[in-house]
């Protein structure tokens, strides 16, 4: 009798540990799957998940657009399959990446940052929205180096099977003044 309830009890802490996580990434998956109980927003990263070849270009210090860096970019479910995160492997030895939860009661998404460039002890976060384009659009308030008000603002368009493009920029509070800063394409890897 004693044999039987410790084996009910494995079977049933295996299936609790197993239904918390079968949307993590995995043998079979590697990218994870999508939780079909998550928000459906969730989906809006549906075609980043994966990985792809990208060029990344920013501006140097004195505004020129500095060379291009190759890098791959690398997109997974996580939270078993309830958030998405993303990473970035730079030939400049620059790594950085992001998590992402969308949360139901602002309707919006929460991207925090982190770069292996600086460790900060407080991540920046950007939020926004996927727009009637099927552009995915982020913000985050931040003054120009004059001091105008005014915010990072993060793009992903041109959104494919085949790939996608990012551009990141700073604009006045209006929107109307826009000054790109960084900009990254991207191109599925062929499996």
């Known amino acids: 009798m004693k044999k039987n309830i410790i084996y009910l009890s494995f079977l049933c802490i295996s299936f609790i540990a197993f239904s918390q996580n079968e949307y993590e990434p995995s043998d079979k998956y590697p990218f994870g799957r999508l939780n079909p109980d998550a928000p459906k927003q969730t989906a809006d990263y549906e075609k980043l998940i994966g990985e792809c070849n990208c060029e990344s270009v920013s501006r140097n210090p004195d505004q020129t657009w500095a060379e291009p860096v190759d890098m791959i970019w690398r997109w997974k479910y996580i939270m078993n399959g309830n958030g998405v995160q993303d990473e970035t492997i730079k030939s400049d030895y620059t790594n ?77 509070k209006t929107e109307t003044v826009v000054f790109p800063f960084w900009k990254i394409t991207c191109v599925r890897e062929e499996n």
Not at 133 to 153: C, F, H
């Open 96 to 172: 950085s990446g992001s998590i992402r939860q969308y949360s139901k009661d602002s309707a919006r998404w929460y991207v925090h940052y982190y770069t292996s460039r600086v460790v900060v002890p407080k991540l920046p976060a950007w939020e926004g929205n996927k727009n009637e384009n099927g552009d995915i659009v982020l913000y985050k308030e931040q003054k120009a180096p004059n001091g105008t008000e005014g915010y990072s603002r993060l793009t992903f368009y041109d959104i494919t099977d085949k790939g996608y493009k990012w551009k990141g920029e700073w604009v006045d």
